[in-house]
């Protein structure tokens, strides 16, 4: 289910600024996997390592890449900053991490961009549906990802309505 | 500077829950039309005309539309459910409406989608940023679109040293 | 007990946005078993089932509902839209589900309805309260729920008066 | 259009916790007046006049009511006080007063009341909302309300369709 | 150290919405009894037992008691009310119950009473202090607590100088 | 109906931060005068005058003082430094200052007051309520104040039950 | 009262994200002026000119700065990247800009650091004592400014003190 | 690399109000250490030993502290009132102990200090970073120190840099 047989080049780039995001973070490429769109991932910090930042959003559309997803906790820097370095769409994902107040900071600092500077930003930890947002803008041009995208609808439509059943049946433990 | 001169079919389509809402999300009609992407504007709101917004969200991509901007403020509905409707990806503007607490119903209703059916959502009141991701979006694969996302930094880069070159010269008046 | 012994057929719908609700929302269920008022239960996701949603919502009435309960989190879209599709009163249930900012975001989404379209919130996981409510509004013309409810104030109260003896015979165990 | 032409008695008690909240409170009252449904209208405080409220709450359903709204702002304890003292279904109009930190004390001393006692909150400042919900539930079981409030619904979407026209033939003045 | 030897009776009424708030109104109990100051510890649910409630406040004065402590949680309406049925100086404690949202709820529903009808409201579970600020109250004319209070402080004084030696000699244990 | 007619020597003691406190603070001074009970006005800034801070504070019972009130704004440390220097009741009063984040900032720093050390809190704003508070507190001991407390609380009722009747009469103009 | 006559270089950068943030940037001008320190001030913006940004903060230690002041709202980036790239100490101002949700955006940008880059953050607005923190950084190593510094605080005192004696004499005007 | 050979008197001053601040504010000596700059660590409770917090305040400068580290939690008044005893920097650490509502009462009782006194506020437990933030401070003069930062920055860049490496061989397990 390849949408992109021909080439294999990542179309999404996946960065976040520390290893400990991975955990949230490792949910955009599943979703990319099962939807058959390459992409790469890395760890780029706009705080410690902020040359390398400046680089990858630079060189992002240059290399193949047609969407950033970029997830950071705190003071989130990263999204935003690397917006500025590109025209690509940046998708932020706030991430609940340990030096976090409740998201809170992870939200505003990623989601609250100034004019000019847009950040497509997700819930809270959603790194998953970052992945189907990058999936969706590939899918206004590509009928593949389109149909891919469809499918997954209706695969979660079917796994709500097996729920219902088993509710109905009273096969569902609450506790 | 018209990017795409051979057919003016609307590419975004951009919805807003209430006529209140126009004056926030005009700046996205304006940023479109600065960059010469065509778009349709028009009211759909999710509690008062329902079915209205199924056909909207149903129909969007059979008529050509390949992002749908939605804004809505209180507990803002719209984009969310629009983005239950299509695969298109749906940017959703959270409205500092009057009915709002300082605008935290807005983001928090629109932002915070389960896992599934992402909403690419901006900064409080940010309809221009929401225009502006749109031609992202469109920029992926229309290297028009794409020059005129650099020339519009450019033009913001150089605002900014304008305003350098005044405060240097003591030309801001503060008060 | 049952107040409606000539017709089992259910008068309080309970619906949820997501099988993890369950735990939650069963509350309602139990509150109105023990009051004896017949009621349906089952899944209906806004933003996987919409279709769903608006049928369940469109039948309500004629079905023979008089009230809905609706719970969900984070975003929660569920009890509005059904509020927008239904002139029966629904009820909401704001769910702090994992994907929810400590509940805020599913109050807010939940309560702060724009003018025309009501929702008749309870607390943060407050489904006991909702089955409550519910049996409340069908106690306004049916004095055997009305009974059953007085009956139910008695018994919370002498609870509470058996917890003054304990309390004062020293019988309660603070740690 | 009174949907009760036999009996003038108000089957609604509007209430509220201080001169200050009648001009949000007055919004239940106009759509109570358009819906046609007789109701009384006073002042109760739940700090400043405890035992009128004790009274009012205890007298509410002998005197035939059958839906309470009660408007409060601050440490708003007037409908949760009420809800303590009748089965009536109680709705709770946190208002935004002068004494309120931006509604929020409003809302959640209103908003989350203990398990055996709801209060159907609904928007900040939402008291025609509240109007609307005491007509619902009367509609449960009302056929000519019913029909009134599905009549309202059409007169709501009517009314955005037309904003729609104005929208499409330029006709809104955005500033 | 009874700084009153002559009468036992209770100067101090210590009430609670449930009995689950034992556990954090304890700590009040616990300052009076090293005070040696005679109290009454009771349960009283404003929204359970309200007449119960409007009793207990309005002969609080009468059986002699001074200062009434009142914790509660969630729509914490207890500390309130009762200060709106006697003029004695109420105390409020808000919980930081299982149904608060992170103790917002109580400390906004007990904090901010309307004028003319004060609470002094101590720290989220600050029950501790509530006990000491009673005694505050009833040392402004019994010197005898007034000097037990100027002891408190000592020892507290004395503990942090304890911390301070062992810090210095290396003694404290971080993990 | 001044309650100590035998001296005048101030028994509440107000002071504030910052003289824009004042026109939040009078209140305070208010309804002392109103209740006859003679006290003392100045200002005292934590962090500006923290030498005069602590003289005042530990100076306050020596010279007669039976309660403080205080009041700041911001990061508002006055309360709780005068609190940790004397063992008379401190009441504090939270300002929304034009340097304060809608008050939550005066509130939190007021409130939250360490395990050893309280502060009585009072409503943002809420400077009436100190004085009828510190008036409360010395109304434990002074049967004349106790009285004067009681007259006060009869006078608000017929404010309220004058709106009752001027509201029932229709003449309340609402916009 | 110049504490460094021999040389003019500025020893302070401050830096806005917006030529609308000079209204409260100035104030940390005035403050520097006041005491003599030269300083350089101009507008620099992470989002919309950040290779200006790189270059500014990481010349700044070369060409004789001692400390960045760095004043910016919403999705306030600018400290924080700029400590990112310097070892010079930077303080953070959280500006209320226009696209702020009352600060708190600006706030949680500027002060949630990760570990290994702190900011220096002052309260909202606070760009005047932003200006001081400066000066005492300074004033660690320089006795002429440490002097300055405690000649402010002496003003700042016996300001203080009139507001006191007015306030006794009566001769402020509260409204 | 102990960049003052010649003097081992502490250079900063940490301080904490309470024994339990000690697990948060270790990390504060644990990076002076690593940068091998010499300083003090003890108890200073504001609230518990006022005038303890005076006399170390006040005599930090003479004894040679160039800057003071202040963690406290809850109604944190023990930074922001040492800054108003001294001019030298201080530094104030935010720290989420058992007593606060998720740190919002700690960070806003540090950081929104009045104009005048300044407190260099750093994020939520942040001790590190106050560390840091201090070695930068004496950095400005301190060449040593200054290139201590350096290599740190350097070191925290490469840690970086093998999380990437370990990431791209799939080295890194996420569970």
């Known amino acids: 289910m390849n949408p992109t047989p021909e080439k294999n080049a990542p179309q999404i780039g996946i960065i976040m600024g520390s290893q400990s995001d991975l955990k949230v973070m490792d949910a955009a490429s599943d979703i990319l996997e099962q939807l058959g769109i390459p992409f790469e991932i890395t760890i780029v910090s706009a705080h410690r390592t902020p040359h390398r930042m400046f680089e990858y959003a630079e060189n992002a559309r240059k290399k193949g890449l047609k969407v950033i997803i970029a997830g950071a906790g705190g003071a989130a ?3 935003g900053m690397v917006a500025a370095l590109t025209t690509l769409p940046v998708i932020g994902v706030p991430v609940k991490s340990s030096n976090s107040i409740d998201g809170w900071d992870s939200i505003l600092s990623i989601l609250q961009m100034p004019n000019g500077v847009p950040v497509a930003t997700v819930a809270l930890n959603g790194a998953g549906n970052a992945g189907l947002l990058a999936a969706q803008i590939l899918g206004t041009t590509n009928a593949v990802i389109a149909d891919a995208l469809e499918k997954y609808r209706t695969i979660q439509r079917e ?3 097996r729920s ?3 509710l109905h049946r009273g096969d569902i433990d609450v506790d």
Chains 1, 2, 3, 4, 5, 6, 7, 8 share one sequence.
């Open 77 to 79: 820097h990263l999204p």
């Open 164 to 166: 219902v059943e088993q």
């Open 159 to 161: 796994k709500v309505m």
